[in-house]
């Protein structure tokens, strides 16, 4: 239920969500619930960039659901020209569900 209206917007959750996670002083799977979630225009750029650095630095993997058709296409637009998988689910049940298939990926890797 947020609004990203500009770049602070962006800066001080995500600023917020990479210091509880510094303090467990692990990484993280990531369940990103898009429910009643904007991203404004003016803050896409900072939000994709921030967003990239938070999965290379602070999550394991991260799936994402309930988000609405506007944001959808544009997450799927920029995963796509990094030849990345944007990770996008309908629900929470189906984004368990890919976070689970992650996890056993992860696990067989390893």
């Not at 994709?48 to 650095?53: F, G, L, S």
Request: with cysteine.
């Amino acid at each position: 239920g947020i609004s990203f209206e500009h770049s602070r917007d962006v800066n001080d959750i995500f600023n917020w969500i990479e210091e509880l996670i510094r303090q467990t002083r692990q990484p993280w799977w990531v369940l990103w619930n898009y429910n009643d979630t904007r991203i404004q225009s003016a803050a896409w750029v900072q939000y994709d960039a921030r967003a990239r650095q938070f999965r290379e630095t602070c999550a394991l993997g991260a799936v994402r659901f309930a988000v609405g058709s506007e944001t959808e296409t544009d997450i799927r637009l920029r995963h796509e020209s990094r030849g990345t998988r944007p990770n996008i689910r309908n629900t929470r049940d189906e984004a368990l569900a890919r976070l689970a298939e992650m996890q056993a990926e992860a696990a067989q890797n390893a």
